[in-house]
């Protein structure tokens, strides 16, 4: 399984290059063609999401971005350090949250402490619910190592593919 790990500033210029990231991997790792424009604009939701709830809790925290792939699956992993993890509890077993409570969960958070006028007007959880509505699999987790939350997405790799050199 090859994984690249990406950490940056929370800020949104560097959600760009997350994105780039996060293609040309998936690229190498096999997703197919079609899923590649989901891969990127789920990959850049994901980002924004976590540096918006960074810059408003943890302006010195660090985006964590993971990328990886195994025999039959792509995978990308986001990290923020803000409070929502807590707020994410009344999830589903499988990970998966209704998009009424992803949204109500971010509305809350931004209730509690609004550091721009964007995150008053469109709550993260926005985000959250449009990568719901992209990627088949998704779980969004709170983050086991301490505050924060992690969204996981899985696309399929297809068997075809050249994975026998994965660089970028």
């Known amino acids: 399984m090859a994984t690249v ?21 998936s690229r190498r790792s096999g997703v197919p063609d079609e899923l590649m424009d989901e891969v990127k604009l789920a990959v850049g939701e994901a980002c924004a999401r976590a540096v918006s709830v960074n810059r408003r809790f943890d302006p010195q ?3 964590i971005v993971r990328v990886g792939d195994d025999d039959d699956v792509f995978e990308v992993s986001v990290s923020d350090c803000g409070p929502g993890g807590g707020r994410i509890s009344p999830a589903h077993p499988d990970g998966r949250v209704s998009t009424p409570a992803l949204i109500n969960i971010d509305c ?53 593919a050249d994975r026998s050199i994965l660089a970028i």
């Open 108 to 160: 809350a958070q931004a209730d509690d402490e609004i550091s721009d006028e964007l995150s008053s007007v469109v709550p993260t959880g926005l985000g959250l619910a449009l990568i719901q509505g992209l990627v088949d699999d998704v779980t969004i987790a709170a983050r086991p190592d301490s505050a924060g939350t992690v969204v996981t997405m899985r696309w399929p790799i297809s068997k075809t």
């Open 61 to 63: 925290a660090l985006v």
């Open 5 to 25: 790990e990406l950490r940056f500033a929370a800020l949104p210029g560097h959600v760009r290059t997350a994105r780039m990231i996060a293609g040309a991997v």
